[in-house]
Structures are given as structure tokens and as C-alpha cells.
């Protein structure tokens, strides 16, 4: 039954309620599953290939599928009234390409402001073509090593150490982070209907990502900004953060307190008036009359 | 069986009468309706059954009181706490219990009421709120007599002196109220934040410097000035110039909150192309390096919501958005003047310092801000 | 087996009756010799309170209160309301080793560190909710059915101040653990009174020992929370229950109730038993709640500190409408003159608008009062179609706050639902202006159509929805005369009297004074009254069965009327 031990290390070893274990095999398999296909063909394609052949392979790659908006050459196209259709890609660096494609933002439907996570559209080997492609155009940040991102080292530090550098991970995460994607990394609006999404169920990989490139409205939070190891304390923060059990039972959505006044309303206010209604109502009633005495 | 035999017999000897009759400027009401009763009022096999309905809640409830303490002893919380479903199990039957336990002694009380009190609807006579007449002149007199004893109405000397001397009664009670501030409440306090010329720009939470080179345009940074943010010990550094002086000596950690409420900045790289050029304020940028103060000027939020792209703030509590790449002007929202800027610096090593207090107080509005 | 002669108001079922009465009685006695209490509770131990789901609103606020005061006396046994720093060793791992105040420290302690805590200190958050929401729902019940009307203004104005006093504490309780939230709400609250003219910047020095945060707010904040408010509020709340049973309660009219009666169940056992059953279901709630639904997380906020927030930073429910107007009103507002400034945008939205508002509630029986002139007590509930501009009233000033609670919300409503917040914004700066207006227009008609419908079924039954057809081929629909009940509360209403200008010169010849304020009177009395229906007479009603009743072939005469359901309907 015991789950939260720290002491003990991370989620593998956390002993937990009956259902409980059959979730985190589950989560374990799909995690494991997931990771081997996100990385593993990656790490050959990058073992077999070599990078001249990964840029070329990527190049076609883009002139069919991104050179409209973006260029033959990613410096960025005009539409007919000037405006910007796709922004110029010299510079961005592969990181963005990985972060953009990889969450399925990128192909866009249409130009806008708002751009959302979607189902993906390229595989991790057409991903990664595409951003050795962009890669080469002109030097940027570049797709991040898993050593980069993957917290791991972290939870393998003495327990009041690791308890420090997770405690720094929230303090810049409050810091940094909290005022658009919420104290509990569920997201929050943003000026003329656009929004930041939810933390909720992004990968280490694109989360590193998105703080090395400050995608779409998004500030960017460079090396020289916030370093790597800083990063990666943020990282193990968020994961310590979804590892929590729902200690006070369902979260309703986390919203803070507008979501906690609507269930009060909905909930609480509105199931006792259904009591006082059960209440004052009269009970059934019997044609029978009373036998008098 | 006539209707009037089902209702309850009159007169129970505490006040209350039989249902009258409606009276007269009421004639067009219907009077009382009959009686109906209900089927645990006729049939004892339906009042058994209530009766065991109610009954079995109420042990329920104890199962539930019992569960309860079981839960209480059986659930560890804290560091090793226990789940369920990824719930605090704790928590979760705690509450379940006490609460299912609570809600049939509800249930089953009201059930009794229901089902089994007596549900014959009984009538009681208002009376009017105010006192009899008789009572009314009496306490009139007793009052006139008594205001006339004590002269009251004879000696406004001793009358308007007594009141004088509550209401200054009052006095010594609200000036003791004035420590509740400090000793000095000028609001020129507001006015001045740790920040002076020479303070180097830290990183919120880490404490580390800035150096021009760090930041990338789109980069934005979360700062302080140094000397608030404690160094790995947990103390507070004292924060050193350009040329090495020692800027003021370090602060009481007491302190730290106070001023780290008004001297909080952002720091934010764009474009130099994209910023809108303020006569009163060139040079205040380092390489479209930008700082402003992180307090907003409506009710003192920190802001830290920037748009990379069109460099508008805006802040979570009211949505105040100010324009970074034009002197921190308002453009939407309730706050009713622009974010106050800081005149950057860069060492020859490339750090960024402050050449200067803002010029304006930070945070929100005040009477004396002028 | 009837027993109703001996005690007339049970059942009569023998489980009713006490195995041995003897030794109640012997227990009474003794606490009489000592108390004289049977003097007292003659009267009231059988005293009749009517039955009707919305006479219990306000309990569901007493009971909430008696769940707030026991949860909240479990809470002060542990929670230190200091804001001296330490370094949490507790066992929420993100938090661990960062330096947190004594406050916040022992709300983690506990919320991880004492079983049950969590589930105490969240049924305390809910139970504040649940507390204003009912007191808010309790108030408009009363609004609606006229129940402040004399004698019982003084219980209206006594209800206003629960509710205010209820709000500042539920404010001054969150702002307790010290977490980021409350920290930022205690914040605002310090721009708030900054904002106040003259006296704003010596108000926030003085609430807060220093300039902000200083280091005594928490402790000040607590002593106000646990002693000061919740002391005022059980005075309050005593003198509003004793109030409530001198004046017995109000009674919907119907068969036999009357404005000289009340009828209902008698407070022992029916009332006792359904009173204080509800308590274990507002308790048994408010428990269910606090074990499954996560309010307040504080430890994912973090502690307080006043270069940090997050998105979705709203303060609790009820103190919503104040700040979406906080968030909606233009900062164009804020003047500066004469080298001061007059901070509008704070000032006007949180400070003076609920002062107004408050100001408005407790007025408003004596505005009432002024308005129609009645002198009368009254203790027969209005439906609120009867009072067709108060229920309007009441539609504006609803619409009011919840278009205020929604600006309050705005963020969390541009995501949830896909909008621009500065669109909303836009929208609601007209909407809090247009929308009560419409509202009460809106009511106001529906009210009156409404009145027009009842008074029809009065008069001339219900429609069965049975199409008749007569020997010689005309079809008809059967109408029914109303059961009693519904009909005794159409006719069982009393009629609207309209003030009459007095001239504006007597008998002799004299001027009478303050002739514009009468006129001002005379006006609202007309707007308040002159477009509403008034409940048929005996004698219509007398009439219009007479007309069913005369006539068999009265679809002939079909044109003759008005109203062509007038000559539908079958005589009976």
C-alpha cells in the first residue's frame, strides 16, 4: 500500500494499492513502449545514416511539405498583402523543428495565431531529417540530447540534495513559468483569445524544447537564461508534480478557486437544496382512511 | 367517517387552536383541506417497514463511525502515504466515512419525521409584534418618570457636558489604534526601492548575474538586484558595484520581503529595431536588452505573461497588458499608468546593472503618488 | 386503535409513544425547579413552523456555520498564524528545504502531517463556501416572497450584515495559510486601500504594521478571523433566530392560512427532528465533499512570494464580483490632479460599489416601505410574479453580480470556451450596463403574463388538454376548477394599492411641503404597481361560474368575447 517513499527512489519501486498497480504496468508499458519508439529508431537512424544523407532526405521532405508557407530555403514567404504567411526557419535551429513537428503543431491547418497540439504528422525519422535540415540552413539550438533533458540524474542524488534541486525546480517554475501555464501546469489565457497549453502529458524532450525556443507567443528561455541543469531541475519538478497522489481527492479541472465556486454552486449548494426539497415534501399518501376507534 | 374526524382534536393546552375557520376578508380562499393519510398511518406492515428503514440507517451510521476510526489508524499519510485509485487514501475514507456515516443519521431522522411523526398540520395565532397599549403607556410612563428624576431635560449643562465627554471618551480609544502602523507612514516610503545606481541584475532564484551575451532576443529573464536573493547558505549577500564597492551592506533578512515586493524586474530581449524610441529614455536598453519593474501599476501583481512576439504583458489578476517595446505604455486593462522602466547598464565584462532607482513609485496607485 | 384524543398531534402509531414517560417528566421537573424554564418552553416546544422547501435555505447557512466553527476550532490547534520563516521538513517532497512562513509551514503540517487534517481543513474551505452561497440563495428567497416586510425588516437588515460579515471572513480565513494565492489576494487588498482617497497609503500602513507584506498581517488577519468576525456573526445570528421565532415564521398563503395564523408542524418533534437532521446532512455533505474534491491545494501554489503568480489568480467566489469589475472598468479612469491621484479604476470597482450595494440591501425594506405606503404587517409570502418590478428588481441586480462573477472569471472562460479575453472584456463593459436594464424589463413582462395566466385559471379553471365535441359539431376544451391550493394562492393574495396624490394645496389654502418628493414617490408607486394584476374578487369569480354555468351553447357567442377561451371553456 505504501506509494509516495522517496526515499526509496522513483515511481518503479513505489508499492501501491491494488489498482494502483495495475495502472502504473500500464502506464510503465505504454511509457516504455512509447519511449523505445520515439527514441530508439532515432538512435539508428542516426548510427546508419550519416548527417550529409539525413539533411538531404530532409530537404525533399520540406519542399513538399512545409516550402509553401516557408520557402524553398526556409527564408519565410510573403502572402499577397505583405503579411508574414510563414516566418523565415534560418536560425531557429533543429530544436524547434522537433518541438513544432514532433508535437504536431507543425504542418499548421491554416495560418493563425493560435496554434494547437494536433495528432503528428511526420514520422521520428522524417522528424529528425527535417530538423537537421533546418539545422543546416543556419546554426540555432539544436535537437537536445537526451542527457539534456531526461531528469533521471536527479532522483539519483542524495535525498536532501534532490529534495533541494526539485525545490528550485518549483521556485523557477513559479517564477517563470506559473503566470501563463498555471500553478499546476494546466494552462492559462493569453491576450486576444490566444492561450498556453496545458504541461499536462508533454514529453521531457518537448518540454526542453519549448524552453530552449520560446515557440509561437512563448518567451524564450535560452542556456544563457535559464541553464540546462536548471531546465532539467524544472523537468523533475513537473514529473514530481504529476507523480503526486490527488491528495484531496478530485482536482476538478485545477483551475483555482473559479472551478471551486462552480461545484459549490453545482454540488454542494445545489445537492442540499435538493435535500430541503426532499424534505419539505409531503410523502405519499393512502386513499385509506384511519380506522376510528 | 366525516373529513372533520381525521383532523386532531382541539386544544392541546399550549395556545394553539384548531385550524380557524377562514376568516372574512379572506372569503375567497378555500378553507383547510382534508386530511390524508399516509400509508404508514394505516397499514402496519407500511409503519414496520419505516420503522426498519430508519432503523437500519442509524446502524449504517455507526458501521460508518466504526469504518472510520478503522480508516484513521489504517492509512498512512506523509511521506509514505497511501493511495487509492491515486487518491490520498487517507483522506478519501475519512471523508467518505464520516460522511455517509453523517448523511443517514440525516436521512434517518428526517425519514422518521416523515414517515412516522405525526404529519397533521397544526395552526398557531399570531400575535401583532408590537406590545399591548397597556403595556406601552406603562413603560412610556416609566420612562418619562425616570428621564425626569435624573433632570436630564432641565440641565442641558450637564446634558451636552456628558456627551461632550463620551465622544472624547472615544478619542483615546482610536489614537491608541495608531501604532498599529509604523512610526513613519510618509508615503515617500513608496516612492524608493533597493535599487541604486551600480546594482548588478541577478536571476530570480538562482542569484546569478547577467551578462549581455546570455540572453538571445525573446529571452525573458526574472530579476532582482543583488543582494535579495540568498546565496546558497540562505544569506543575504551585500550587493557589490562595478569598480568593487560594497553598495550598502547586506540586508536583515526580515527585510527581504518588503523590498523584494517593490525592486522585483523583468528583463527581456527583443529586436533594438522593434522598440519604440522614447526621447526621455535612449540608452535605457543594452542590445534591446529591456528592464521594467515586475509589479503591476494597477493592484501590485507580479507580471510575468509576455508575448514573445508583440512584447505585450499582461497581468494574470486583472489582465492589465502593458506594451514593452514602448516604454511600458497601458494598452488594455484597468491599470492607469504605464510599467515603470529601470536604465540599464553593461559592465566591460558585459553584466547588466541598474544606472538608477526608477524614476517613478512601482506598484499600485496611492493618493500621494501625484 | 386511535389514540388522537389523548395526544392529539402524533399519529397515533404506538411506536409513537414513549416506553416511560415518568422519567422525562422526572428530568423536566428537576431542571424546572432549578431554571423555571417550563414557563418558556410552553410556548415553544410545540411552536408551528410551516413546511416548505425554501423556508430551509437559511439553515443550510446556520448549519454551515455550526460545520466552520467545529472544523475551524480543529484547525487553531495546530495552524500558527506567524510569518516568521523556517525551513520546511515536512512531507510535501517539492517543497522541502525552501524557506516558508509559520503559517504556511503548519497549514502543510496540516494538510500531510495530521490524519484527517486535509479532510478538516478542506470541509472548513467548503463549508465557507457553502455558507455564503446559502446565505446568498437564503436572501434572495426572502427578497422574492416579500418575507422582509413589516415587523421583520430589522431580521432583513440583521441577514445583510451576516452576509457581509460572512464574506470578510471567508476573505480573511483564505488569506491565512500564506500560500501564493492567498498572498497575491492579500495584495490586491493592499492596492485596494491604497486606493482609497486621502486616507488610502496611512489605511494600508496601518493594516499591515509596515509597507507591505510587513510581518503582521497574518497574525492580525487570524485574530479577526477566529475571535472578532465569527463573535459578531453568532450575536448576529442568535438575534436573528430569536427574532425569527417572535415573529413566527411566514406562511405561503393557501387553504386556512391566513395573516392572523401560521400552520404547520410543531417544533417538537417534527421540527426538531427535520431541523436538526438537516444539520447531519449539511455536515454528512460537507464531509463527502472535503474527502473527494481538492479545494484550496496550497501546496502546489507554493508559499507566498511577492515576485511570483500564477495564471487563474482569482480570489473566492463570492469576493468575484467586485474584482470583475476590477478587471473590466478602463484604466483611462485613473486621474491624477493637483499633484494627487485618484485611483478610479480600484477605488470605484471593490471599495465603493459593494459599500453602495450593501448600503442598497439593508435600505431597501424601508425604500419598499416608502414606496407603497403600506403600513400593515404582513406575514403571507408574495409570488414573485405578484410583485412583478421587485422580482424585475431582483432579476437586474442578479444579473449584475453574475455578469460581475463572470468578468471575475474571464480567463478561465476564454480557454474553457475558446474566447479572446480582451472580446469578453469589451462585451462586458456594455453588458453590465444593458443587461440588468434587460433583465428587468424582461422580468417584469414575464411577471405580469404570468399574473394573466393565473388569473385566467382562477377564473375559468385549467385546460385539460380534453377536446370535447357537442351533439350539434362545435369542439371544445374541458377546463377544471384549480385544485385549492393553487387556487387559494391566486385569490388568496392581497390587492396592490395605489398612492394618491394629496392636492398640492389642503383645504385652507396652504402649500404642502415636500410636494417633489411626493411626486418622486407618487412615480415610483406607479412604476411599481400600476402595470400589475390584481387577483380576482369573490364576486368575478362568482360571475364567471355563473356565465359557465348559465350558458350550454355559449360557443355561439363566441364572438361576444374578448378572449376566445373565455368561449371555449365547458361549463360544468
Known amino acids: 500500500m505504501r506509494f509516495l517513499n522517496r526515499s526509496a527512489g522513483r515511481l518503479s519501486r513505489h508499492r501501491r494499492g491494488r489498482f494502483a498497480g495495475l495502472a502504473v504496468l500500464l502506464v510503465a508499458l505504454l511509457v516504455t513502449g512509447g519511449a523505445y519508439a520515439a527514441l530508439a529508431p532515432a538512435g539508428q537512424a542516426e548510427q546508419s545514416q550519416d548527417n550529409a544523407e539525413l539533411v538531404e532526405q530532409g530537404r525533399e521532405l520540406f519542399l513538399v511539405g512545409c516550402s509553401t508557407c516557408h520557402g524553398q530555403n526556409g527564408e519565410g514567404v510573403l502572402d499577397v498583402n505583405g503579411n508574414q504567411l510563414g516566418p523565415s526557419l534560418q536560425g531557429v535551429g533543429g530544436a524547434a523543428v522537433d518541438f513544432q513537428v514532433g508535437t504536431g503543431r507543425m504542418p499548421m491547418v491554416q495560418p493563425g495565431q493560435q496554434n494547437p497540439r494536433k495528432s503528428v504528422a511526420y514520422s521520428d525519422d522524417e522528424t529528425a531529417a527535417l530538423a537537421a535540415f533546418v539545422q543546416s540552413l543556419a546554426p540555432g539550438p539544436d535537437v537536445p540530447d537526451e542527457s539534456d533533458y531526461d531528469p533521471s540524474s536527479i532522483y539519483e542524488l542524495p535525498e536532501d540534495e534532490r529534495d533541494a534541486a526539485i525545490n528550485r525546480g518549483q521556485q523557477i517554475f513559479l517564477t517563470n513559468c506559473t503566470a501563463c501555464h498555471n500553478f499546476n501546469g494546466r494552462g492559462g489565457a493569453m491576450p486576444r483569445g490566444g492561450y498556453a497549453p496545458t504541461l499536462r502529458g508533454v514529453s521531457d524532450k518537448h518540454i526542453y524544447e519549448a524552453m530552449l525556443t520560446g515557440p509561437s507567443q512563448m518567451d524564450v528561455f535560452s542556456d544563457g537564461n535559464i541553464p540546462p541543469e536548471n531546465k532539467r531541475e524544472v523537468i523533475a519538478f513537473l514529473e514530481t508534480l504529476q507523480e503526486q497522489p490527488q491528495q484531496g481527492g478530485f482536482s476538478l479541472g485545477g483551475l483555482g478557486p473559479v472551478g471551486e465556486g462552480l461545484y459549490v454552486w453545482v454540488v454542494g449548494i445545489g445537492g442540499l437544496v435538493g435535500f430541503a426539497v426532499w424534505i419539505a415534501a409531503h410523502t405519499t399518501r393512502t386513499k385509506k382512511g384511519k380506522e376510528t376507534a | ?370 | 386503535m386511535s389514540t388522537t384524543s389523548k395526544v392529539a398531534d402524533t399519529n397515533g402509531g404506538t411506536a409513537a409513544r414513549s416506553g416511560k414517560p415518568s422519567k422525562v417528566g422526572a428530568a423536566a421537573n428537576w431542571a424546572d425547579e432549578r431554571l423555571g424554564l417550563a414557563g418558556l418552553a410552553k410556548k415553544n416546544l410545540r411552536k408551528v413552523f410551516p413546511d416548505h422547501w425554501s423556508f430551509m435555505l437559511g439553515e443550510i447557512a446556520l448549519w454551515s456555520f455550526v460545520v466552520l466553527l467545529v472544523t475551524g476550532v480543529f484547525l487553531t490547534f495546530w495552524f500558527n498564524p506567524s510569518m516568521t520563516e523556517i525551513e520546511y521538513q515536512g512531507s510535501y517532497a517539492p517543497l522541502r528545504g525552501s524557506y516558508i512562513s509559520e503559517a504556511f509551514n503548519s497549514s502543510l503540517h496540516i494538510s500531510f502531517d495530521v490524519r484527517g487534517g486535509l479532510l478538516l481543513r478542506q470541509m472548513h474551505h467548503w463549508a465557507a463556501h457553502l455558507f455564503i452561497g446559502s446565505m446568498l440563495i437564503h436572501m434572495m428567497r426572502v427578497f422574492l416572497t416579500g418575507a422582509y416586510r413589516k415587523p421583520r425588516e430589522i431580521n432583513w437588515v440583521i441577514g445583510v450584515l451576516l452576509l457581509t460579515l460572512g464574506t470578510l471572513e471567508g476573505f480573511t480565513g483564505y488569506s491565512l495559510p500564506d500560500d501564493l494565492l492567498s498572498g497575491t489576494g492579500v495584495r490586491a487588498a493592499d492596492g485596494f486601500v491604497k486606493s482609497i482617497p486621502v486616507i488610502g497609503t496611512y489605511g494600508s500602513f496601518l493594516l499591515f504594521g509596515d509597507e507591505f507584506p510587513g510581518h503582521s498581517i497574518i497574525p492580525r488577519l487570524y485574530i479577526i478571523h477566529v475571535l472578532l468576525i465569527p463573535g459578531l456573526i453568532l450575536g448576529l445570528i442568535a438575534a436573528h433566530m430569536l427574532l425569527l421565532v417572535y415573529h413566527k415564521h411566514t406562511q405561503w398563503p393557501g387553504p386556512g392560512r391566513t395573516e392572523q395564523n401560521v400552520v404547520g408542524f410543531p417544533m417538537l418533534p417534527v421540527y426538531a427532528a427535520k431541523a436538526g437532521g438537516f444539520f447531519f446532512i449539511v455536515f454528512g455533505a460537507t464531509a463527502l465533499m472535503g474527502g473527494l474534491m481538492t479545494i484550496n491545494p496550497i501546496w502546489m501554489y507554493g508559499p507566498y512570494d511577492p515576485t511570483k503568480v500564477t495564471a487563474g489568480s482569482q480570489p473566492d467566489w463570492y469576493m468575484g464580483w467586485p474584482d470583475g469589475l476590477l478587471r473590466i472598468i478602463p484604466g483611462w479612469t485613473e486621474v491624477s490632479f493637483w499633484g494627487v491621484t485618484l485611483a478610479l479604476p480600484v477605488f470605484l470597482t471593490v471599495i465603493l460599489m459593494p459599500t453602495l450595494i450593501i448600503t442598497f440591501l439593508i435600505l431597501y425594506p424601508f425604500i419598499d416601505n416608502w414606496i407603497s405606503g403600506d403600513k400593515r404587517e404582513h406575514h403571507l409570502l408574495q409570488r414573485p410574479r405578484d410583485t412583478p418590478a421587485r422580482t424585475g428588481l431582483m432579476a437586474a441586480l442578479v444579473t449584475f453580480y453574475v455578469l460581475a462573477l463572470f468578468a471575475g472569471g474571464n480567463d478561465i472562460i476564454a480557454i474553457r470556451l475558446d474566447l479572446s479575453i480582451n472580446q469578453i472584456t469589451y462585451f462586458l463593459r456594455a453588458a453590465i450596463f444593458l443587461g440588468p436594464i434587460l433583465a428587468f424589463w424582461i422580468t417584469k413582462r414575464w411577471c405580469i403574463s404570468l399574473q394573466r395566466h393565473a388569473k385566467e385559471q382562477a377564473l375559468h379553471g385549467y385546460e385539460t388538454g380534453i377536446i370535447e365535441r357537442s351533439p350539434d359539431g362545435a369542439y371544445s376544451e374541458r377546463h377544471l376548477p384549480l385544485p385549492d391550493a393553487k387556487q387559494a394562492l391566486i385569490v388568496g393574495r392581497e390587492r396592490d394599492q395605489l398612492l394618491e396624490l394629496e392636492p398640492a394645496v389642503d383645504k385652507n389654502g396652504v402649500e404642502r411641503p415636500h410636494n417633489r418628493k411626493e411626486r418622486l414617490r407618487l412615480a415610483l408607486n406607479r412604476f411599481w404597481f400600476a402595470d400589475n394584476l390584481q387577483p380576482p374578487t369573490a364576486a368575478e369569480i362568482e360571475a364567471a361560474h355563473h356565465h359557465h354555468d348559465g350558458h350550454d351553447g355559449h360557443e355561439l357567442e363566441a364572438g361576444a368575447h374578448d378572449d376566445d377561451r373565455d368561449a371555449l371553456v365547458k361549463g360544468h
Open chain 2, 1 to 370: 367517517m366525516s373529513d372533520q374526524s381525521n383532523l386532531p382534536a382541539s386544544g392541546d393546552g399550549a395556545g394553539h387552536s384548531r385550524v380557524p375557520e377562514p376568516l372574512e376578508d379572506q372569503d375567497v380562499a378555500p378553507g383547510l383541506p382534508a386530511h390524508v393519510w399516509r400509508p404508514t398511518d394505516v397499514d402496519p406492515k407500511a409503519e414496520k417497514r419505516a420503522e426498519r428503514q430508519v432503523a437500519a440507517l442509524f446502524i449504517f451510521s455507526m458501521v460508518c463511525a466504526v469504518l472510520f476510526v478503522v480508516a484513521y489508524f489504517s492509512f498512512e499519510i506523509g511521506r509514505e502515504i497511501d493511495t487509492f485509485l491515486g487518491f490520498g487514501a487517507s483522506n478519501l475514507f475519512l471523508g467518505l466515512t464520516l460522511g455517509l456515516g453523517m448523511l443517514a443519521i440525516g436521512v434517518g431522522v428526517i425519514q422518521w419525521a416523515r414517515k412516522l411523526m405525526s404529519d397533521v398540520e397544526i395552526a398557531e395565532l399570531r400575535h401583532p409584534a408590537a406590545s399591548s397599549e397597556e403595556d406601552r403607556e406603562t413603560t412610556l410612563k416609566a420612562l418619562t418618570a425616570g428621564l425626569d428624576e435624573s433632570g436630564i431635560g432641565r440641565r442641558p449643562l450637564i446634558r451636552n457636558t456628558l456627551l461632550g465627554a463620551l465622544a472624547f471618551a472615544g478619542v483615546p480609544l482610536v489614537v491608541a489604534l495608531r501604532d498599529l502602523g509604523p512610526r513613519n507612514m510618509s508615503a515617500s516610503r513608496l516612492e524608493k526601492t533597493f535599487w541604486m545606481e551600480g546594482m548588478y541584475i541577478v536571476r530570480d532564484v538562482l542569484g546569478t548575474r547577467i551578462n549581455r551575451a546570455d540572453l538571445e532576443i525573446g529571452d525573458l529573464l526574472n530579476g532582482e538586484p543583488e543582494g535579495l536573493v540568498p546565496n546558497s547558505e540562505g544569506h543575504l549577500p551585500a550587493p557589490i558595484g562595478p569598480n568593487g564597492q560594497e553598495l550598502r551592506p547586506a540586508l536583515d533578512h526580515e527585510q527581504l520581503l518588503i523590498e523584494k515586493v517593490k525592486s522585483a524586474v523583468i528583463v527581456l530581449r527583443m529586436s533594438p529595431g522593434d522598440i519604440v524610441r522614447n526621447p526621455d529614455r535612449e540608452n535605457w536598453d543594452v542590445d534591446g536588452i529591456v528592464c521594467y519593474s515586475k509589479i503591476c501599476t494597477h493592484v501590485g501583481c507580479p507580471i510575468a505573461l509576455n508575448e514573445q512576439q508583440t512584447h505585450h504583458l499582461l497581468c494574470p489578476c486583472h489582465q492589465s497588458t502593458f506594451d514593452l517595446a514602448d516604454s511600458g505604455k497601458v494598452v488594455f486593462g484597468p491599470a492607469g499608468h504605464s510599467l515603470p522602466q529601470m536604465h540599464l547598464a553593461a559592465d566591460d565584462e558585459g553584466y547588466l546593472y541598474a544606472m538608477g532607482d526608477f524614476d517613478e513609485p512601482v506598484g499600485p496607485s496611492y493618493w500621494e503618488r501625484g
